[in-house]
């Protein structure tokens, strides 16, 4: 059955492979860019992936929170139903550090943006949806009020940090809305695949990209993912793991959430 499927940061990368992927299994795909003329460029590509595909394509940049709101505000303008949101845009060493809402750019792409737009969409998603978060092997501990300001630290420490809060946030709603909402995982596609953010930050060419394509495409669709919200599949091993400690803290993980939603408010 053709399903419904957003997936953010699609013009390079996993996201790409990853579109192609569903693509070429039926399922209609709404890409996502920042920049638009490589996103048309894109969707020029993907059109020739699959006898009469079905794309649609949205600009926004995730380091704006209101650009994040307009995005969901577009999607749900055209679809009342989303089957599966697949947050995979993410940075590492962004040419810009502090947003124009005044937050880390790391923090902004990597933690606030899926959350918003995770929750922002939710109105148009229910317990046969998904929602799959893009994580990393790399997860760092933090104090939850870093999340609120510009950081000093290293683009590695805090793209590790990024992503913990991604993941702890992701176990936090998918246990809140477990049986209601749509299962919510987060995914370590996998270290060292060959993405435009891997050879930025190591200078290497980097792993065959259909393998972090081919584990979000599973936990977007296969059975074996079903049940899986709050968890945290970690592709180097194959299987569903234990993260990093912090996430497994319930008082730190609703202080992640806190923040999140505190800095949101006072941004919306």
Known sequence: MQKTILVTGSTDGIGLETAKMLIAEGHKVLLHGRNPNKLTDVVNLL???????QIEFYVADLSS????RSLAKQIKAKHNHLDVL??????????????????????????????????????????????????????????????????????????????LALTMWSRHLGLAIKGTGPMIVA??????????????????????????ADILTRAALADEFAEATGQYFDNDRGQF??????????????????????VLTELS
Do not use: C, W
């Open 86 to 163: 697949i947050n995979n845009a993410g940075v590492y060493n962004p040419s810009t550090l502090i947003t124009l809402d005044g937050l880390d750019s790391r923090y902004a792409v990597n933690t606030y943006a899926p959350y918003l737009l995770s929750q922002l969409l939710l109105p148009i998603m229910d317990s046969s949806s998904r929602i799959v978060n893009l994580s990393s092997a790399a997860q760092a501990a933090f104090s939850a009020n870093d999340m609120a300001k510009p950081s000093s630290l290293s683009d590695s420490t805090v793209y590790a940090q990024s992503k």
């Open 187 to 212: 995914v370590n596609p996998a270290s060292m695949l060959g993405s435009k953010m891997v050879k930025q930050a190591y200078g290497v060419a980097g792993g065959d990209l259909s393998i972090g």
């Open 241 to 262: 793991a234990s993260p990093h400690p912090d996430a497994l803290d319930v008082a730190k993980t609703a202080k992640v959430v806190d923040v999140l939603e505190q």
């Open 47 to 53: 059109a020739t992936a699959a006898d009469e595909p």
């Open 65 to 68: 929170m209101e650009e994040v």
